[in-house]
């Protein structure tokens, strides 16, 4: 009898398991974010308070982006030596660059003189994706302005 009593405890204490597991997995869920369903206005809340952002590094700006992280990155590269990284369009899709109309986040950055042959190499590598390789490379290049739009 004591045998049974043991493995009826051991199916209780299986079972309370199970249950509590189940409730975990479902308040993740019920807590996990929305997905962005109009990505030109999440967009337009972070140019909006864009002042929180000018003359901090990028890393603020992607940390605070939980819904939707940048898909792809394009650089204009200049040949001034002070400055020769001026500005990065991010977009939000696995469109390619500039095929069709969407939202694009630019990014103007504090002058610096900064080597930019990582980047140019990274894009060029790396189809335009914003991998982590981008990622590490402007994390800490500073915010001038962002300016948001649809082209």
């Given at each position: 009898?004591?045998t049974?009593?043991?493995?009826?405890n051991?199916?209780?204490?299986?079972?309370n398991?199970c249950?509590t597991?189940?409730?975990?997995?479902?308040?993740?869920?019920?807590?996990?974010?929305?997905?962005v369903?109009?990505?030109?206005v999440?967009?337009?809340?972070?140019?909006?308070n864009?002042?929180k952002?000018?003359?901090?590094?990028?890393?603020l700006?992607l940390k605070?982006?939980v819904?939707?992280?940048p898909?792809?990155a394009k650089s204009d590269?200049?040949?001034d030596?002070?400055?020769?990284l001026?500005?990065t369009?991010?977009?939000f899709?696995?469109k390619?660059?500039?095929?069709?109309p969407?939202?694009?986040l630019?990014?103007r950055?504090k002058?610096?003189?900064?080597?930019?042959?990582?980047?140019?190499?990274?894009?060029q590598?790396?189809?335009?994706?914003f991998?982590l390789?981008?990622?590490n490379f402007f994390?800490?290049?500073?915010?001038k302005?962002i300016?948001v739009y649809?082209?």
């Open positions: 009898m004591e049974e009593t043991g493995c009826i051991d199916m209780k204490i299986y079972v398991i249950i597991a189940i409730l975990l997995f479902l308040n993740g869920l019920s807590k996990a974010q929305k997905p369903n109009d990505t030109l999440y967009l337009k809340k972070f140019e909006t864009k002042e952002y000018i003359g901090k590094p990028f890393s700006l605070d982006m819904q939707l992280q898909k792809k590269f200049r040949e030596l002070n400055n020769p001026p500005n369009s991010f977009t899709s696995q390619e660059m500039g095929s069709r969407e939202a694009t630019s990014i950055w002058a610096d003189d900064s080597p930019t042959a990582p980047i140019e190499f990274f894009e590598e790396h189809n335009y994706f991998t390789n981008e990622r994390e800490k290049k500073i915010i302005d300016i649809k082209k």
